[in-house]
């Protein structure tokens, strides 16, 4: 049996869970995923995606008691899960470990040879997964998938996605300026005269910009991004599974967010980032 601690924002998650998937169906196991409420995505799996439909995978919306049992040890819970978890699993990869700086060399088979109750903690790609995989397993519920649709319905034959990341991501915001973006954007409207761009982005000012450039080939939310609440974390799962329906994706440096959105429908991904 593997069990799965996802964490971090919904792309780092989804694509961990992949992995897990990938894994454990490789070395025939049952997964048991917890999915955990915290800073990082405060919100359940179920208010964004559709149950993840396989007999071979459980996903769990964590409780308290799982929370003492199965949250990754840290100081914040004075690492007391450790206890409990050096009881529970005889083999255990936390995100800060040595594996996780060289993942595609790290020995899994033998690992999951080794170790019958196995415990991973990540918000990486660890295991490779099939691309198809994410379309498989992930598909956004009603509420989400309604707005989608709504976004979705304005499509041209060629719209484009485009995710620019700023707030608190500076290694985005040293590498992807928006100047970069409009260069390829650019080369999207004179090879496509009926180019459309949805726009994904936490920086209002980079929208405005972006609708003071192209004008009505762009198509966004007016409203402002917001992970502190159910309705914003919503919208955000609304922007990355319409990213997911477009053409092709152009991505925001060291941001998984529109990576991953790019698997769910097998699209091509372009990052703009520019040269150090």
Known sequence: MLTLIPIGGLANRLRSIASGVALARDYGQTLHIYWFKDAGLNCRFDD???PLDA???????????????YDRPRKRNAR????????LFDGRLYEQGPWTADAPAFDF???MAQHRRTYISSCHSFYPADPALYGELFRPNETVGRLVDAYAAHFTPHTVGVHIRRTDNAA????????LFIEEMEREVAAHADTLFFVASDSEEDKRALRAHFGDRIL???????????AGMQEGAVDFFTLSRTR??????????????ALICGIPYHCTASRL
Request: charged share 20%.
């Open 48 to 50: 964004l995606c559709l």
């Open 55 to 69: 007999p071979d995978i459980r996903l769990h919306e964590a409780s308290a008691l799982d929370a003492l049992v």
């Open 80 to 87: 007391l899960p450790g206890m409990f978890q050096r009881l």
């Open 109 to 111: 088979g033998g690992w």
């Open 172 to 179: 985005s915001i040293a590498r992807s300026p928006l100047s």
């Open 220 to 230: 966004t939310s007016d409203r402002p991004a917001d992970r502190s609440s159910l």
């Open 248 to 261: 092709r994706i152009i991505g925001s440096y060291y941001s998984s967010f529109s990576e991953v959105a």
